[in-house]
């Protein structure tokens, strides 16, 4: 079994910045592929970022491009998400996420944070 904890999320102004960490514990041995998804109230979850665990590839939705990066420490277990220039729509919680195979949508996650709110304020 593999757990999330998240940290870092709160209250931050449009054209801020905030960073996200997520560390995981457990059987972590077998994760491949850890990344963010988030969910605005009302909303379906949608992925926003993800990192290959050994070949450090990044993905990111069209909606965060150019203003979200995803990064990786392997020696840490850890996952963070930098949120420059964030924007009022950015407002969601966001959720850590982590799988042993691909991870294209958030049918594949295999694991979950508990999620951490960012609020975005104009």
């Known amino acids: 079994q593999v757990q999330l904890v998240e940290s870092g999320g709160g209250l931050v102004q449009a054209g801020g910045s905030l960073r996200l960490s997520c560390t995981a514990s457990?059987?972590?041995?077998?994760?491949?592929?850890m990344g963010w998804f988030r969910q605005a109230p009302g909303k379906q979850r949608d992925f926003v970022a993800r990192?290959?665990?050994?070949?450090?590839?990044?993905f990111y939705s069209d909606s965060v491009k150019g203003r979200f990066t995803v990064s990786r420490d392997n020696g840490k277990n850890t996952v963070y998400l930098r949120l420059s220039s964030p924007k009022p729509e950015d407002t969601a919680i966001y959720y850590c996420?982590?799988?042993?195979?691909?991870?294209?949508?958030?049918?594949?996650?295999?694991?979950w944070g508990q999620g951490t709110q960012v609020t975005v304020s104009s």
């Open positions: 996420a982590a799988a042993n195979g691909p991870m294209y949508t958030e049918y594949d996650v295999e694991y």
């Open positions: 457990g059987s972590t041995f077998s994760i491949s592929s």
């Open positions: 990192i290959t665990w050994s070949r450090r590839e990044t």
